[in-house]
Every structure is written in C-alpha cells, then in structure tokens.
C-alpha cells in the first residue's frame, strides 16, 4: 500500500498523559499537513512541513502541541498534558503539488 | 463567518437519482477547490480536484466551480447505495502553503 499512513489508529489515554502519533506520508510527496477533526465537522488545519522544515501553524496548535519531520520524511505529532478537549481524529495529509492532498486514515484519539 | 459554509445535510435520495452537492466561500484569493468523500470512521478520500474556475468531470462526478459566485458544486449521476458518505468541499491558496478550508461536510445517504 503507498498511501499515507498513521500509526496508532486508535489512542485511549488519561487526561494529563502525553500521546505521540506518526504519519508516513507517500513517499514522493515534500509537503505533509496535520489536522484535527470532531464529529460532525471538517478536518481543521494544524500545521504544515514542506520537507523538514514547519512552515505554518495554526493558533489552534497550542503550546501543548508540537509536530516534527526530521529528514523530510515521517513526521510526529506529540500532545502534552492532555486534556478532554483534545479528543478528536488528528489526521495527516501529503501532497506534491499544491493544493491535491492525500489524507491518510487518521489517529482516534480519546482522552479519559 | 466561515470561510466555506456547506449545507450539512443530512440528504437522503433513491438510488440511480442525480444528486447535487453545493459549498459557497468567502475567501477571494482561494485558487484550488476539492471534494473529499469521507465514509464512517475513516481518513477523507480526495475524489475532484479544480484550479481556478470551471468543470472537471470524472466518470459519475462532476465538479463546478463559479469563482464570481464563490459556489462550488459537486454532481453525482446514477447515485448508488455505496455513494452514501459524507461529502466535504475544501479550498486553499498557495500563499498559505495550499493549507486546506474545509466546509463541515454533507452526510448523503442513496437508498437502494
């Protein structure tokens, strides 16, 4: 399969835990995009890596919040301190030209 | 206001009905327009991708985009019980790093 994929596809953990979440995005594809989605809505935009570097993020990124994507490659999504509001699907996205983005099947995240 | 207001729905249509799917925007600068097809639980899969204003056709599916309207619109011929998804419209500007502005979605389900 050469799609993007994400691991875990599932994450239940206790408020206050940390919780780190990888994208493999397709192999070919330099920019990489996180988002968050709740139920009932569409994906929202988190924080976008073209290669290794993060060009953008969003205020909904907080502090808590960080992602990275050494050598341009997977990245990591880490949550601190988490919180009951965090629960959501975080969703990775890849693409290689503007705008066509390939999403991968997301993380589940619940927060006790 | 947000920045693509979509009808959320839910539609419900008989099988083999045309079914018409439709986003406004507010953004001027939006230069790409997409439709995702999301199925329960699962990652948004890319189905049409437009740049700039007009029509793209893919087999049953046909994307619209009417940049002096700001209306975006999704057509489904011969709509099948397996088209019974949510559809999400997105647009996005290459100066934001083609960051993606969804709207929340349009559950359809086609009855067979």
């Known amino acids: 399969d050469t799609g993007v994929s994400q691991n875990p596809r599932h994450k239940i953990t206790k408020r206050g835990q940390n919780v780190t979440f990888r994208c493999d995005p397709i192999s070919e594809h330099n920019r990489l995009y996180w988002y968050r989605q709740t139920l009932g809505q569409g994906p929202e935009f988190l924080t976008y890596?073209?290669?290794?570097?993060?060009?953008?993020k969003s205020r909904l990124l907080s502090d808590r919040f960080s992602a990275e994507r050494p050598k341009g490659s997977f990245s990591t999504l880490e949550i601190q301190r988490t919180e009951q509001g965090d629960s959501a699907m975080y969703l990775c996205?890849?693409?290689?030209?503007?705008?066509?983005?390939?999403f991968g099947p997301g993380t589940r995240l619940l927060v006790l | 206001q947000k920045e693509v207001e979509q009808d959320p729905g839910p539609l419900s249509v008989p099988e083999g009905a045309i079914v018409s799917l439709n986003c406004t925007y507010s953004?001027?600068?939006?230069?790409?327009f997409m439709w995702y097809r999301q199925y329960s639980r699962k990652g948004p899969e890319l189905l049409m991708y437009?740049?700039?204003?007009g029509n793209k056709e893919d087999g049953r599916f046909t994307a619209q985009v009417d940049k002096s309207s700001k209306y975006i619109s999704l057509f489904i011929r011969d709509s099948q019980p397996s088209d019974s998804a949510t559809y999400l419209c997105a647009s996005g500007k290459e100066t934001s790093g083609s960051r993606l502005t969804f709207g929340e979605g349009t559950q359809l389900t086609v009855n067979p």
């Open positions: 437009t740049y700039s204003s």
């Open positions: 996205a890849s693409s290689l030209i503007p705008g066509s983005q390939y």
């Open positions: 890596f073209q290669n290794e570097a993060q060009l953008e």
């Open positions: 953004n001027s600068a939006f230069q790409y």
